[in-house]
Each structure stands twice: as structure tokens, then as C-alpha cells.
């Protein structure tokens, strides 16, 4: 069963409410926690500057096993901000560990907004009880706004599915809107599971379910600082461990299309964007090459404009990106199909007539509104 909308699994729960740290004064701090510690894997983006908590994570996954909570705020990135930075992101998990009893590096940390400004850790520190207290199963409806920045709307899905007589959930919620690419981008996902599941097999899975969902999407090809997914398992659901086998593809699926909707709303939400474009390289000699040209295409300003205004040089700007992909493409073997221009879910298909091989890529078009959009944020 697939359900749009945020149900937590058993034993986690949620707050978020207004520290202070957006001067609108909406939600900006969020927590969630596990009863019972889980097994937790993440993946960060590929960028070379990466943000104080990214780095604190890193460290707490190699010397801990198990986590009870994540906490994560928007407002703020809490990156470029050097030793001073590293110290508030570790001394945000402090925080909340001794608010909630447990261990400090139990806790995982996020931050998502303006890069190179110090953190108000005061503010955090002082919302926290009353942060902890209100946790709740419901808390995730305050959760999920609480990590957005130029988000429309809250991106929310949940899975359950049967493992050997044994019902399990998966509830992920994201946020992500702009400075979308590749290898993350600015977005943070949280995903929850009470599936008992192997680090092993939860790491397979979650590398597997990324590779065709938020690796595969771009608005701007502009990779980010922040970008984080965090999954965490509590096996509270009981099931038969999960390691290979049939109860592993099951889960996979099931954590696959979780990601690939997440994915897709973050495209559907593109900072100004007013069209949805899906571009499916086929006949490539890998896969690798099939992206390779995707993204080409994905990231073209050119391209991405011309599908704004459903342009009738859709087809030129379309040829010039797929041959300025670096990947050797004869002309006589080149194809490229399209669906309504005006239409606002816009499908592309380019065969290359080299192979076997295709990959699929999600993005959105280029508007006067994302311009302003990113002029005006600060």
C-alpha cells in the first residue's frame, strides 16, 4: 500500500516548532526519535565543501551502531563556518542527547539555508524541551514543514508491504526545491523504517533505491553543500531479519518507490518551474553513457528555456546538448521524439543507436520565476 502522506512506523515520533532561526517566523527545527535504537545509513552529497553536520555525522557512523534521533533545522546551513560551525553542529547533537538521556553520538544532525552565517545555537538549545516534550506519532505533520525553505509543499510518502506475515513501514519525508543535481542536491531526506533489516542489506538498499531516484533528478545542476539522506531502521515491526533473499527485493521495491517519488516531487516543486520534463536515453553502450547524455540535455539553460516557451528550436537545442556531452554520437544513428511541448508533464526519448543500455532522468524547466526566485534569496 502507497500513501501520500507521512505515517510514522512503530516507534518513532516527531515535533518541530519556531526557534527563531527564520526571521518569518514559520517552523524551523524539527526532531525525531526512536524508541528503540536504530540501525541508521546516510549518504551526502559529492560536493568538496561540505557543511558541519555532514561532517559530525560522518564521524558519529564510524564509532556508533545504533542511533535514537535526528534533528534538523532550516534557516541556517551551518556550513563555511569553520571550527566554530563543526562545534555548534556537535554541540547541537550534545544538546539533545542530554534533553533526551541518551548518548551523543546517537544523535544525527541536519542543517538546510543560508551558507557562511553562524548558527544561533542559543535559540536552538533553548526550544529543545519543550521540543522533546510534544513529541509525537503526529509530530511528523509539524516535522515535515519544519525542513523546508523554498518549498511550496511538503514532500511526504509512505509504504507498507508484508514481510513474512509481518506488516512494515517505510515514511519518508524531503525537502528540496532548488540547487537540485546529481550525487545529492540541496535536499534532505529522512526516511523511517521499523523493518528489522541487516546493516548490510540496509545499506544495499538504500544505495540501490538513489541510484535511479535522487541521482537522477537536476532543476539547476547546481550541487549543494547539505544534501543528506538519513535512513534510520528500528526493527520495531518484528519480522523476519532482512538480508537477501526474496524478503530483500521486497523491501528494495519498496524502497525504491518510495525514493523515486520523493524524487519526483522535489522536481515537480523546481523553484519557478511550470513543467515537469522526463528524459529517457535509450540504445547507449552503458548506462553510464545513457546519463551521461541525459544530464547533458537536463542541465541545458538552453533546453530547459526552450521547453519553458514550448519553443519550435526545441529540436536544435535538444541535438546540441546530446553532442556536447562528451560521448561520441553519430548523427545517422540519432533519434529524439517528444510529447506535447505545452502539456506540463513533457516526455523525451533520444535513442543513440549504440547499445542496449538507458537510464531515465527527471527535470523541470527554466523560468523568469527561478531567477527571481534566487535573486531575492537571503
Do not use: W
Request: aromatic share 6%; hydrophobic share 45%.
Amino acid at each position: 500500500m502507497i500513501y501520500r502522506k507521512a505515517i510514522l512506523p512503530l516507534g518513532f515520533k516527531a515535533n518541530a516548532l519556531a526557534c527563531g532561526l527564520k526571521k518569518s517566523g514559520k517552523l524551523d527545527l524539527a526532531l525525531f526519535y526512536s524508541q528503540n535504537p536504530a540501525k541508521a545509513v546516510c549518504l551526502f552529497t559529492a560536493n568538496k565543501i561540505q557543511a558541519a553536520p555532514l561532517k559530525v555525522n560522518k564521524k558519529y557512523l564510524k564509532i556508533n551502531k545504533h542511533f535514537k534521533a535526528v534533528i534538523a533545522n532550516s534557516g541556517n546551513a551551518n556550513c563555511f563556518t569553520g571550527i566554530a560551525g563543526l562545534k555548534d553542529a556537535q554541540d547541537m547533537s550534545l544538546f539533545v542527547a542530554k534533553t533526551l538521556g541518551i548518548k551523543k553520538d546517537a544523535v544525527l544532525v541536519a542543517s538546510t539555508g543560508i551558507i557562511g552565517r553562524r548558527l544561533e545555537l542559543g535559540k536552538i538549545k533553548n526550544a529543545l524541551p519543550q521540543l522533546v516534550k510534544g513529541l509525537s506519532k503526529n509530530g511528523i505533520n509539524k516535522a515535515k514543514k519544519a525542513i523546508m525553505t523554498t518549498d511550496t509543499f511538503a514532500k511526504e510518502i509512505t509504504v507498507k508491504f508484508n514481510v513474512g506475515g509481518k506488516t512494515v513501514t517505510i515514511c519518508g519525508i524531503a525537502k528540496g526545491a532548488g540547487m537540485i543535481a546529481p550525487n545529492l542536491a540541496t535536499m534532505l531526506v529522512f526516511i523511517f523504517t521499523d523493518a528489522d533489516i541487516s546493516p548490510g542489506a540496509l545499506k544495499k538498499a538504500l544505495k540501490i533505491a538513489a541510484a535511479s531516484s535522487f541521482n537522477c533528478i537536476t532543476v539547476d545542476g547546481c550541487m549543494s553543500t547539505n544534501d543528506m539522506v538519513i535512513l534510520l531502521a528500528n526493527a520495531e515491526a518484528k519480522n523476519k531479519l532482512i538480508d537477501t533473499g526474496k524478503n530483500f527485493s521486497v523491501f528494495s521495491k519498496a524502497l525504491n518507490t518510495l525514493c523515486l517519488k520523493l524524487a519526483k516531487m522535489i522536481v515537480q516543486d523546481a523553484e519557478g518551474a511550470t513543467k515537469f520534463i522526463q528524459i529517457k536515453v535509450e540504445n547507449a553502450k552503458t548506462s553510464k553513457e545513457a546519463k551521461q547524455v541525459a544530464l547533458s540535455i537536463a542541465n541545458s539553460n538552453l533546453f530547459k528555456t526552450a521547453i519553458f516557451a514550448s519553443s519550435k528550436n526545441i529540436l536544435g537545442r535538444t541535438v546540441a546538448a546530446v553532442g556536447a556531452s562528451g560521448v561520441d554520437i553519430k548523427e545517422r544513428g540519432l533519434k529524439i521524439k517528444y510529447s506535447p511541448l505545452k502539456k506540463k508533464e513533457v516526455s523525451i526519448n533520444i535513442s543513440l543507436g549504440r547499445g542496449k543500455h538507458s537510464v531515465i532522468v527527471y527535470t523541470s524547466d527554466l523560468t523568469y520565476e527561478y531567477v527571481k526566485i534566487n535573486a531575492e534569496y537571503n
